[in-house]
Structure formats: structure tokens, C-alpha cells
């Protein structure tokens, strides 16, 4: 049976790595950055902040094991052109800063670095806004760079006209462009035409951080050479959030206009190609790295509960057969966290409320884990990982793909109420009030991607009502003082852990304290 032609997995890139080489070190540049608007982005801790918009152009060898990247036009100097727009939020002066680049790979044109590191607990960032929020990253000094490299959503990505006449996007080259403008801010001091890099001296170490379909975006540049650019690595760290055992099929060329990284598995559609192949677990992948000579980078994974149900996420843990889990390398801690949404929504069409678990916290003690163990060597807390069970026909758990017919998919085992056991524990998990990251009907992609979140009956008159037989709150907190204590005591073992800041803990047991369920019913 044949394959369909639109799948790119580890098979085909193998076969193109077979006739056109590895990724050459030297196989491109970024030769010009533009910047067309500058504008006050707010002061911090270490001084003044900027927001600039612009441009990056750059060039690539028409050799690079890009596929496809041949049979596009050439410029005068013989090689294949690009270009992509770029934000930076950095300091006014960027010497005042951490001296670290943070680099946010975009999710389908979107910003992610402010939902995921400052996004306040009540109203949570979604994608795509720079708001600053809590003002976590600039606080703590990163520089932050959002580089395009999606068809259709900001890159200018190299093009060709097949036999057919049919207009092509080489869609591969979006890892160049990242690969290329990572580099360039960390080690130029100025473009081709003299226009200074606005971080000149003043990055000293680099990392990436990708969600979702960026975070796959970030396993599949590693896994395809990209995270080297004349000889230097590129990132020392990578912070990948909910990529469950995804990878990302753009090293091919599609017609547009969409990408060819829009698409995804889900319940309406599992056999969707080309995410889950036949590289699936990151040890496959640090291996691969390893076997070209790379020194990896620091690796720090999040799993969310909705993972496992909605993404497959258990075969990121033992691959494409079995049950057995696969080791974690040396480089790479996986964090599961325990009753989190793939997604935090404030609405969704979905038949029940949305999950709400703030989970932004464990993003930001992971990403200064993380800093510290790229700069001093200093190792993060182990993983973490939830029990698994296997799901066994469970008809609210994406099952595994046909051309995975020995894949086995698991999902946490789960207490009376249904919520996850073991994992990293948020306050919210340990004093639980109501049951996170429940699979949320119609199982749309979005609804099962966001979850949902059931409450506990107040009282056993309410429970009584809604025939509910979970127990009530005020039977297992009677009063607020048992309920807070229970909070305080989670968070600060969860900091002493490492997994919670000083100021994220005194949030959340300050929003804890202000819980009405504690208040006497109005009376009617």
C-alpha cells in the first residue's frame, strides 16, 4: 500500500539526509534586519523596555538539505532568498538586561512568550497578545524575539513551479529563518548593509520556547540538523510546552496557502498524517542529535492531563509499541502537570465550563530552571510524571492511528473524582475544588484541547440536588482556615520543590483566601 505523498515523518527526511547530505553548518545568513516601528513597552526592574517591529532578509546555499530548496530562483550571488517579519521586546539598554535571548517560535502566526510567562491567574493570556501581564519575563531581563517562519502567516518563504506549473512553498526553509535570526541576534554586530543588531554584545546564552504546534516546530528543527549555524549551536535550551509525541511535517514543499503545519490529528480526523511517524519520543530524537557529533541543548518538557487524552501523549514515553517506558536523556526533564488543560480558555463553545487550572506559574520556575542549568550547570528537579493506564477503547481518548497498529495509548490514572494522580501538583490540585481537565463534549478540536472544569456541590443539599456523589466542599474543607491551610502548606512544599516562585505562591494563596464558598447563602 502505498504512502500518501503529503507525509513527511522520519522516513522521508532519512531518504532526503541519504542524497543531499546533513544540514551544512555553513549553508546560510541573515543579510539584512529592518526595523520599522520602535515604541516604549513599559519599565521593569532592570529599566526600560522596547517593542520593535521589522523585518529579517536572508539567503540560503541551494545546497542545504532543505527539500526542494534547488529548483528555487537564485540572486546574484547564487543563492535562494527569504524573508520574514520580527518582534523584539528587549531593553532599552540591552546590557541592563539577563544576557538572555529568548526566542518564541510564533504558534500559527501567533506570540506565545506572554501567555505562557505573564499571563496574571484571573484573566490568563490566550495567544497571540503582547501584553505584558505580571511583566515575569522583562523583570527577570530576557530579551524576547518572536521570528515568523509559517507559510501564510508572516515568512516570505522560497517558491518554485513544478513540471505541472503548480507554485510551490519550500516550506522547510521556516527553520532556516528561525536558525539563521537566533544566530544572528546572539553573535553579529551589524547586516550586510551596516544596520547595527540591536542586542550587539549583549546576549550571552540563548533559548527557545514553543507551545503546541510550536513546540513540535522546536522537536523537529533539533531532530533535522538545524540547531547549527558555523558551528555554533544555536539554542543551549529549549523549554517545549504540550507537544505531546508530535512532530511537524514542513521539510516538503506544499501549495499553499495554507501551511502544511496547520493540520493536526483529533477525533474527527485521527488518521492524519505526518505528526506521529516513526520518531515519537525525545530520547529517539536526543540520539539522533548525538549520533551527527551535536552537543544537544538543555531540554525542559511540559505535558498537561489533556495531553494524554486529546494528543497521545503516552507515546511520547514509549514510542510506537508497548507499554515499556522509553529512558529520558541526561539533557531533557519532562514535567506532567497534573490536572492541566492543553489550553487556558476564558469561553469555549463547549458543553461544559472550560478548565481554569493556572498553570503559568510552573512555566515560569521551569524556564528559570532551565536559564540556570544552560549558564551554571545547576540540574533541575527530576521529572515528574503521571501514572499511566492504558485507555482501552476509551471513546473520549484519541486512539492510535491505524499505521501505528502495535501503539499502545495511555492516559493518568485518576482518583474517585477523576482527578489526575501524581505529576507536579499545583495548590489547586492538592486542595482540590472540583475536578480539572475533564474531557469536554462535543470533543471538537478546541473543546478537547481546552477540557473542562466540574465543580464539587457546595453542600450535600446542592449535591442532593444535581445527584452528584462526589463529596461536598464543605465536608472536606468545614471551614475556610482548613481549606487555606491546605493551600498554604501545597504551595510552599511545591516551592521548596522548585516547581513555585515566592510571589507566585503569595498569589495563590491570597486568591485562595478570598474564595466566597465559604460566605452563608443570601437569604432569599
Not at 480558555?345 to 520556575?365: N, V
Amino acid at each position: 500500500m502505498s504512502r500518501p505523498s503529503h507525509i513527511t515523518s522520519g522516513l522521508a527526511i532519512a531518504l532526503l539526509a541519504c542524497t543531499i547530505g546533513l544540514p551544512s553548518p555553513a549553508a546560510a545568513k541573515l543579510t539584512r534586519l529592518e526595523i520599522a516601528t520602535k515604541q516604549s513597552y513599559g519599565t521593569f526592574r532592570p529599566g526600560k523596555f522596547m517593542l520593535l517591529e521589522g523585518r529579517v532578509t536572508g539567503e540560503l546555499k541551494p545546497t542545504e538539505a532543505i527539500p526542494d530548496l534547488d529548483k528555487a530562483p537564485r540572486n546574484a550571488n547564487g543563492m535562494v532568498e527569504y524573508a520574514a517579519k520580527i518582534s523584539l521586546i528587549v531593553p532599552a539598554d540591552p546590557r541592563s538586561g539577563n544576557g538572555v535571548l529568548l526566542v518564541d517560535i510564533p504558534n500559527r502566526g501567533r506570540p506565545y512568550a506572554q501567555a505562557l510567562y505573564n499571563s496574571p491567574r484571573d484573566e490568563p493570556f490566550e495567544a497571540g497578545t503582547f501584553e505584558a501581564g505580571t511583566g515575569f519575563l522583562q523583570d527577570h531581563g530576557f530579551s524576547v524575539a518572536e521570528v515568523r517562519w509559517e507559510l501564510g502567516q508572516g515568512a516570505d518563504l522560497p517558491t518554485f513551479t513544478d513540471e505541472g506549473g503548480q507554485k510551490r512553498f519550500i516550506e522547510g526553509a521556516g527553520f532556516a529563518i528561525v536558525r539563521d535570526t537566533a544566530d544572528f541576534l546572539r553573535s553579529a554586530d551589524a547586516d550586510t548593509a551596516g544596520t547595527p543588531n540591536p542586542l550587539q554584545g549583549a546576549i550571552k546564552r540563548t533559548l527557545a520556547a514553543g507551545k503546541s504546534q510550536s513546540g513540535r516546530y522546536l522537536k523537529t528543527f533539533l531532530l533535522d540538523g538545524f540547531n547549527m549555524a558555523d558551528g555554533r549551536r544555536v539554542f543551549d535550551g529549549m523549554h517545549v510546552f504540550v507537544s505531546g509525541a508530535g512532530m511537524l511535517p514542513i521539510m516538503r514543499s506544499g501549495t499553499g496557502p495554507q501551511s502544511s503545519a496547520t493540520g493536526a490529528p483529533s477525533f474527527t480526523d485521527p488518521e492524519f498524517r505526518g505528526v506521529h511517524e516513526d520518531v515519537l519520543t525525545i530520547g529517539q530524537i536526543i540520539a539522533r542529535v548525538k549520533a551527527r557529533g551535536e552537543s544537544p541543548p538543555k531540554m525542559i518538557m511540559i505535558n498537561s492531563t489533556t495531553d494524554y487524552f486529546s494528543l497521545r501523549a503516552s507515546l511520547s514515553r514509549t514510542g510506537a509499541e508497548g507499554t515499556t517506558e522509553q529512558p529520558i536523556p541526561d539533557n531533557v526533564r519532562v514535567y506532567d502537570i497534573a490536572g492541566a488543560s492543553h489550553v487556558v480558555l476564558q469561553k469555549a463553545d463547549c458543553e461544559l465550563p472550560p478548565a481554569r487550572l493556572d498553570w503559568s506559574p510552573i512555566a515560569r520556575a521551569t524556564l528559570l530552571h532551565l536559564d540556570d542549568w544552560v549558564a551554571n550547570d545547576t540540574e533541575p528537579p527530576a521529572s515528574r510524571l503521571m501514572p499511566l493506564e492504558p485507555a482501552q477503547g476509551d471513546p473520549r481518548v484519541l486512539r492510535a492511528p491505524a499505521h501505528l497498529p502495535k501503539a499502545v495509548i495511555q492516559i493518568p490514572k485518576r482518583d474517585a473524582d477523576g482527578n489526575a494522580l501524581g505529576g507536579v501538583r499545583l495548590p489547586d490540585m492538592q486542595a482540590p475544588l472540583g475536578a480539572n481537565a475533564q474531557q469536554n463534549p462535543p470533543l471538537s478540536f478546541l473543546c478537547s484541547l481546552a477540557a473542562a472544569y466540574v465543580a464539587f456541590p457546595r453542600a450535600q443539599a446542592d449535591a442532593d440536588k444535581a445527584h452528584d456523589p462526589r463529596r461536598p466542599v464543605l465536608e472536606r474543607y468545614p471551614t475556610r482556615n482548613d481549606y487555606l491551610n491546605r493551600i498554604r502548606v501545597a504551595a510552599r512544599e511545591l516551592g521548596r520543590d522548585g516547581f513555585l516562585l515566592p510571589e507566585d505562591q503569595a498569589t495563590i494563596i491570597q486568591s485562595a483566601a478570598e474564595s466566597p464558598l465559604w460566605r452563608a447563602p443570601a437569604t432569599p
